[in-house]
């Protein structure tokens, strides 16, 4: 509710889970969320505040966010993440796990959080477009450290909020144990990058997807 600007109606496609509703937009035979996935049952909220939950979604670990998504809806592969955003310039995908050019600001909405705009305007971005209609928040990235007896994270430390927006692909580094593939944006560059993070410390934002029915 402390959002706005995110270019998501009441009337556009939506599911609700868990007593939250998500919108979500079709591209290319693929449904995907409009908003980070806040499921109460794994992650943790920003600063650990609950009231945070349903403003920029939960921050989860790998392991969390295979399971995460409601039922039907799953993890979004790495691939799918690419062909994604490649659709929007009409991209021809270099190779797998491949940085994507010119697309950042396709992905990214003019949203503001307290009247505070989000994502500040840099040039090589250029002009917001939301295209995607994936309105795509700079929520940032957490450090969970050790899970409680509760499932919880009382240690996590957050970082980057209003600068990056970092998303769980459902894909696993094969040539390294314990990790894998995230897809991310940084406020001041207009590619959609690649990164590999630890499968039970790295917090990122979860975007659920299926096949379009």
């Given amino acids: 509710g402390s959002i706005t600007g995110s270019g ?5 496609p939506s599911i609700k889970s868990d007593g939250i509703t998500y919108h979500y937009a079709s591209i290319n035979g693929i449904d995907w969320f409009r908003r980070n996935l806040a499921d109460p049952a794994y992650g943790t909220p920003f600063a650990n505040a609950e009231a945070m939950s349903d403003v ?30 490649a659709s929007m310039k009409s991209q021809t995908i270099s190779g797998p796990h491949s940085v994507v050019p010119y697309v950042a600001a396709d992905l990214m ?25 994936l309105s795509v928040i700079p929520a940032g990235y957490a450090n969970l450290g050790e899970m409680d007896k509760e499932g919880g994270y009382p240690t996590a430390s957050f970082f980057g909020v209003y600068d990056y927006a970092v998303f769980w692909t459902a894909d696993k580094v094969e040539s390294e144990e314990g990790m894998a593939y995230y897809r991310y944006i940084i ?20 975007r659920c997807v299926r096949e379009t029915k």
């Fill in 56 to 85: 920029f979604g939960r921050y989860y670990s790998y392991e969390e966010a295979v399971n995460a998504c409601p039922e039907g809806w799953r993890l979004p592969t790495d691939a799918e993440w690419s062909a994604m955003a």
């Fill in 187 to 206: 406020g001041d560059q207009p590619e959609l990058q690649i990164g590999k993070g630890d499968v039970k410390t790295l917090g990122a934002s979860v």
């Fill in 109 to 133: 909405c003019n949203a503001s959080f307290n009247s505070t705009e989000m994502w500040e305007y840099w040039p090589a971005v250029g002009e917001i477009t939301n295209k995607s209609k």
């Fill in 8 to 12: 998501i109606s009441a009337n556009d």
